[in-house]
């Protein structure tokens, strides 16, 4: 069956650093555009990138631009998360999910256009 499971969250300092992982099964990663979003305690879940499944563009939230960046591995089924210059503000539970659409700069950020959710990994960045 299809699952994504997220990986390598943690508690880091501000200023550090993480990278995510999200592994991919039950489908062909190359076929599918992926994305990550991340829910606050008490806020909605919000997108944070997206990665095109044909020629790998790539689209972020502004609040994590120059900060993050989003790569994929087909060959491992993997999708990534490098995190860096994090801040407190940044924790939040991530999550990684599938699409059926393209990556879109008006669309990706639309939780309704992806079918399959992981759990979620914990991110907490405090000192």
């Known amino acids: 069956q299809v699952q994504v499971v997220e990986s390598g969250g943690g508690l880091v300092q501000p200023g550090g650093s993480l990278t995510l992982s999200c592994a991919a099964s039950g489908f062909t990663l190359n076929y599918y555009a992926m994305g990550w979003f991340r829910q606050a305690p008490g806020k909605e879940r919000d997108g944070v990138s997206c990665?095109?499944?044909?020629?790998?563009?790539?689209y972020y939230a502004d609040s994590v631009k120059g900060r993050f960046t989003i790569s994929r591995d087909n060959a491992k089924n993997t999708v990534y998360l490098q995190m860096n210059s994090l801040k407190p503000e940044d924790t939040a539970v991530y999550y990684c999910?599938?699409?059926?659409?393209?990556?879109?700069?008006?669309?990706?950020?639309?939780?309704?256009?992806?079918?399959?959710w992981g759990q979620g990994t914990q991110v907490t960045v405090s000192s």
């Open positions: 999910a599938r699409t059926y659409a393209p990556c879109r700069d008006t669309t990706w950020r639309t939780t309704s256009l992806y079918d399959y």
């Open positions: 990665i095109s499944s044909n020629d790998g563009s790539t």
